[in-house]
């Protein structure tokens, strides 16, 4: 009922900043809590950022805090994630994910979300 798609992925040198960005096809964009996490190769899919439904509350893993940044724009029904600072431990496919909630929370465990995009692959190498 809900489709995400993920764009902005791609190839980029340590240090350097990328930009991914997830459009909805859900027109109360405003009732789902939304989440960004990522999979690297022979590696669990973990949580890199959520954000509760208003954008008052986010939340990010220990290991892109001060360096990614996720924000929401519900009137575009679009969520991005700022990405600077990249790592070549960085290098994943990266997946946007979306949960309807009534409250503030934010949600970092993947097991919670309904809905997930295609994933866009993000590459940081020399």
């Known amino acids: 009922q809900v489709q995400l798609v993920e764009s902005g992925g791609g190839l980029v040198q340590p240090g350097g900043s990328l930009r991914l960005s997830c459009a909805a096809a859900e027109i109360r964009f405003e009732n789902y809590a939304l989440g960004w996490f990522r999979q690297a190769p022979g590696k669990e899919r973990e949580f890199v950022a959520g954000i509760s439904r208003s954008g008052r509350n986010t939340e990010y893993a220990d290991s892109v805090k001060g360096r990614f940044t996720m924000s929401r724009d519900d009137a575009k029904a679009m969520v991005s994630l700022q990405m600077n600072s990249l790592e070549p431990e960085d290098t994943a496919v990266y997946y946007c994910?979306?949960?309807?909630?009534?409250?503030?929370?934010?949600?970092?465990?993947?097991?919670?979300?309904?809905?997930w995009g295609q994933g866009t692959q993000v590459t940081v190498s020399s």
């Open positions: 994910a979306a949960t309807r909630n009534y409250n503030e929370n934010v949600y970092p465990d993947g097991r919670v979300y309904e809905y």
